[in-house]
């Protein structure tokens, strides 16, 4: 009895299964034209960010008083940019190196003069209004290798999302155009897939200008973002 019953409790519990599974909607087909649109959306932003290369690169007869030399100069440099509040997660070494200087005479061999070392600091500037005031006092430090600037978006996911949905806007105009010109209607959309997010950073969009003797300018002008879509579309 006992086996009987632990059968017919399988039995029953197996049949809500086995009717869910039948409940399985197909997917409804497609009995109009289908459309395949490709759309991007863009829209432009003032840069809020710019990085920027700042070295110092010193020369001396022995390598180990270039180094020394370096790391002096350098250490004036980063203590500038903390003053200038810059925080020590927005500063990062990017390079350091030395290389022997030599003399070169035709037919003779060459002439080992000293040594030059260099260092490098990648430099995060969350305020692009005050980077060419601090570039000059980084320079009055000792920095004198400057490379950038590179300028884009801190933040770009909200920018991102008006290009998401004005690609999709452009994507049902063109397929309500198409419909027009066919002497159709879009009925519904069939699916939509994101082909890619175009955020232009970092990029050398600006330059740095020299407005007078006493201070560097930079100007940011605007940067594009742009999101593509392919959308497909029924016509009826």
């Known amino acids: 009895m006992i086996r009987s019953l632990t059968c017919a409790s399988l039995l029953a519990l197996s049949v809500p299964f086995a009717a869910v599974q039948a409940q399985t909607v197909p997917a409804r087909e497609i009995s109009g034209t289908r ?12 840069p809020d960010i710019a990085r920027i290369g700042a070295g110092v690169v010193t020369q001396a007869k022995g390598a180990t008083e270039a180094l020394a030399q370096n790391a002096q100069q350098m250490s004036r440099v980063i203590a500038a940019l903390k003053r200038a509040g810059i925080a020590e997660r927005d500063i990062q070494t990017s390079s350091i ?40 006092a980084l320079v009055a430090q000792g920095a004198n290798q ?8 801190d933040k770009p996911e909200q920018a991102l999302d008006e290009a998401r949905k004005l690609a999709l806007t452009n994507a049902r105009a063109r397929a309500e155009l198409y419909a027009r010109a066919l002497g159709k209607k879009v009925t519904r959309i069939l699916s939509i897939s994101e082909s890619g997010a175009a955020i232009p950073y ?9 407005a007078d003797a006493a201070e560097t300018k930079i100007a940011p002008g605007e940067q594009t973002l742009s999101v593509s879509v392919s959308v497909s579309f029924e016509l009826d």
């Open 97 to 136: 190196s030395l290389n022997p200087e030599y003399r070169y005479v035709d037919n003779q061999q060459p002439v080992l003069t000293g040594y030059r070392a260099s260092n490098e600091v990648s430099i995060r500037f969350r305020d692009i209004a005050e980077t060419g005031s601090i570039l000059d």
């Open 146 to 153: 400057i490379n950038g600037p590179m300028l884009g978006i």
């Open 35 to 46: 459309l395949d649109i490709s759309a991007t959306g863009e829209v432009s932003r003032v």
């Open 202 to 210: 970092p990029m050398p969009m600006a330059r740095m200008q020299v």
